[in-house]
């Protein structure tokens, strides 16, 4: 079945050490983006990537950096966590075409606690 | 930027009944806009999505959703609620022009009663 694969699961980690979270997608859209979700505040989007080789900074970036280095895989890199940023944490994708808006494609989440 | 209102953190509804969540958004054009489903332990799906024409959306697994721009709000329903439904929702808001800000609503968690 097409779509976006994220790993792992779950995760504990201890404070201070650093995480990559792996996402790759198999449907060749575009751009592709990361969200952290928080009870009561929704999704919030991390970085986002419109093509291969491009990054750009969402709501809340800090603590966190991306890489594109192909069309398929977008990791997301804690490199010195820290317990706010316990979350789950969501890879998405998209078709991007000009300016042209289109719905998102998410993956089944990874939910990181931070001790 | 764009923001996005839902009023109701949890509703529940008896299965059979019928169904509207709220949405309301702030944004100075016509934004482009959508309605996810997340049930438990799994990524969001796409419902439905408006960016323009008709102001009345269909989408998958019977919900519609009514643009209302002298309102602000995208409300989604559905006519018969069945016990699968229940889940969390989410109401988003993209400007027109741009596919990178798209704004989460912090969702409305639905209930579904035998």
């Known amino acids: 079945t097409a779509g976006i694969t994220q790993a792992p699961t779950s995760q504990i980690l201890a404070a201070g050490r650093s995480m990559t979270l792996r996402c790759t997608q198999d449907?060749?859209?575009?751009?592709m983006y990361w969200y952290r979700q928080d009870l009561g505040l929704g999704l919030r989007l991390i970085h986002y990537?419109?093509?291969?080789?491009?990054?750009g900074k969402g709501e809340v970036p800090d603590g966190y950096s991306v890489s594109r280095a192909n069309t398929d895989d977008f990791p997301l890199t804690l490199a010195s966590a820290v317990p706010s940023q316990t979350s789950v944490y969501f890879c998405?994708?998209?078709?991007?075409?000009?300016?042209?808006?289109?719905?998102?494609?998410f993956g089944s989440g990874t939910r990181l606690t931070v001790v | 930027a764009q923001s996005v209102t839902q009023p109701d953190i949890h509703i529940t509804v008896s299965e059979g009944a019928s169904l509207e969540l709220r949405c309301n958004y702030s944004?100075?054009?016509?934004?482009?806009l959508f309605w996810y489903v997340q049930s438990p332990g799994q990524g969001l799906q796409l419902l439905l999505k408006?960016?323009?024409?008709?102001?009345l959306v269909q989408g998958i697994k019977g919900f519609e959703a009514e643009f209302k721009r002298s309102q602000s709000s995208f409300n989604l329903r559905k006519p018969s609620v069945h016990w699968s439904d229940a889940a969390e929702y989410f109401c988003?808001?993209?400007?027109?022009?741009?596919?990178?800000?798209?704004?989460f609503g912090a969702g409305t968690r639905l209930t579904v009663k035998p």
């Open positions: 944004y100075g054009a016509t934004p482009y």
């Open positions: 408006y960016f323009s024409g008709d102001t």
């Open positions: 990537s419109n093509t291969a080789g491009t990054t």
């Open positions: 988003a808001v993209a400007p027109s022009y741009n596919n990178n800000d798209m704004r």
């Open positions: 998405a994708s998209s078709e991007r075409a000009g300016a042209r808006v289109y719905g998102y494609t």
């Open positions: 449907m060749r859209h575009n751009a």
